[in-house]
């Protein structure tokens, strides 16, 4: 029996409403470059963040899987997130904290 922690439980409150794509400078690059390429979703936004963050805290994900999940979020543009105020969850999620956040020390190593 695995247990996984309140952060988890947390994420798995997500309903997939997508309001946190409101206002997502990293999500806005898409529509920006999708203009001029066939890649219409090259860049990653706080719901595909949310979904590989909880894959990394899952107790379940082999540890080998999640170095490469954290090279998936670098590819989606989490760098984009670094200087960004925050995100917005419609509910309640606190996006900054239990995904951005952690994601950005462990690709980076930036609190």
């Known amino acids: 029996n695995v247990d996984a922690d309140k952060t988890y439980h947390n994420l798995t409150s997500c309903i997939e409403c997508y309001a946190c794509l409101n206002g997502c400078p990293l999500h806005e690059k898409n529509r920006y470059e999708s203009?001029?390429?066939d890649e219409p979703y090259k860049y990653g936004n706080p719901f595909s963040l949310l979904k590989?963050?909880?894959l990394i805290i899952d107790p379940l994900t082999p540890?080998?899987?999640k170095s490469k999940l954290i090279e998936k979020a670098k590819d989606l543009g989490l760098e984009v997130c670094i200087?960004?105020?925050g995100c917005?969850?419609?509910v309640g999620i606190n996006l900054k904290d239990e995904v951005i956040k952690p994601?950005?020390?462990k690709a980076y190593n930036i609190n």
């Open 63 to 65: 540890e080998f899987e």
């Open 52 to 54: 590989i963050q909880r």
């Open 88 to 90: 917005k969850c419609g």
């Open 103 to 105: 994601l950005l020390k």
């Open 83 to 85: 200087d960004c105020p």
């Open 35 to 37: 203009k001029n390429n």
